[in-house]
């Protein structure tokens, strides 16, 4: 009798023992879980930042270029401001040429 209920109770701590090592393990499981979840939301985070960065670094690109193409322009204006100068230069020349020429003219007369 009393080795059957020595037997019984055996049976139920190891029953127990074995519950307890199913519930460790599950625990373990869980743990692990949670950590893959933790490290793939941390890429997921690096990753964004990583795309953050890298457009702001094509913004800051596409600022330069837009500078760049300003800094053209304003030089194309000053070429078309001094070939207008130039331009103006030369047409007076050539009217006080033209006007000597004629006093001279006159002058022969």
Wanted: glycine residues 0%; neutral net charge; proline residues 0%.
């Amino acid at each position: 009798m009393r080795d059957r209920e020595g037997e019984r109770r055996d049976k139920e701590r190891e029953e127990e023992r074995k519950r307890e090592r199913d519930r460790e393990r599950e625990r373990e499981r869980e743990r692990r879980e949670r950590e893959e979840r933790e490290r793939e939301r941390e890429r997921e985070r690096e990753r964004q930042r990583e795309d953050r960065e890298r457009e702001r670094e094509r913004e800051r690109e596409r600022e330069r270029e837009r500078e760049r193409e300003r800094e053209r322009e304003r030089e194309r204006e000053r070429e078309i401001e001094r070939e207008r100068r130039d331009r103006e230069e030369r047409e007076r020349e050539r009217e006080r040429r033209e006007k000597r020429e004629r006093e001279r003219e006159r002058e022969r007369e």
